[in-house]
T-cell receptor
């Protein structure tokens, strides 16, 4: 079974530029998460999708961040415009909604560097 | 609200020595507890989980953890570490029907020869 796929793995951009990250969850996983991981910190949830619906986006900075999961499978996270403080690793995870517990499977992440 | 405190940011040990990585949590509801490992430039991999039942949980790579409800702790242990165990370890909590995972800040385990 293939794991969570993310691309690109690394991205370097200049501040004020836009950037997008892509995630394909494990087949059959209808819950998808985007996390932000700053250097030396644990992941923090940005947004959670149940199928195509964003059910928890309370931590997503909506002035510059946006996300979509149009067909309830893969997802895109966008930042426009990027700021220096956005340099971090962006992790995607997925899980089964009907599981009795919340075991999330993580992708390798996208490391963003904003210059 | 939930929170996780990992008491040590870095733990250096020698190969074949035992190790304990400490984790304390707070939650107003019953919890599920997890330990994840993150190798350099990789995503998080689940080591073990506590859902209910036996308080001693065994995971992959020889790790185990003990849930202590009275002390609100979930410490991770391994009796003999290898160089390959060098990684960042994260403790996480999820409460009841809340699907949100709250992570600690992580503990960097460095195993020296």
């Amino acid at each position: 079974e293939a794991g969570v796929v993310q691309s690109p793995r690394y991205k370097i951009i200049e501040k004020k530029q836009p950037v997008a990250f892509w995630c394909n969850p494990i087949s059959g996983h209808n819950t998808l998460y985007w996390y932000l991981q700053n250097l030396g910190q644990g992941p923090e949830l940005l947004i959670r999708y149940e199928n195509e619906e964003a059910v928890d986006d309370s931590q997503l900075p909506k002035d510059r961040f946006s996300a979509e999961r149009l067909k309830g499978v893969d997802s895109t996270l966008k930042i426009q415009p990027a700021e220096l403080g956005d340099s971090a690793v962006y992790l995607c995870a997925s899980s089964r909604r009907d599981a009795s517990y919340n075991e999330q499977f993580f992708g390798p992440g996208t490391r963003l560097t904003v210059l | 609200a939930q929170s996780v405190t990992q008491l040590d940011s870095q733990v250096p040990v020698f190969e074949e020595a035992p190790v304990e990585l400490r984790c304390n949590y707070s939650s107003s509801v019953s919890v599920y507890l997890f330990w994840y490992v993150q190798y350099p430039n990789q995503g998080l991999q689940l080591l073990l989980k506590y859902l209910s039942g036996s308080t001693l949980v065994k995971g992959i790579n020889g790790f185990e953890a003990e849930f202590n409800k009275s002390q609100t702790s979930f410490h991770l242990r391994k009796p003999s570490v290898h160089i390959s165990d060098t990684a960042e370890y994260f403790c996480a909590v999820s409460g009841g029907s809340n699907y949100k995972l709250t992570f600690g800040k992580g503990t960097l385990l460095t195993v020296n020869p």
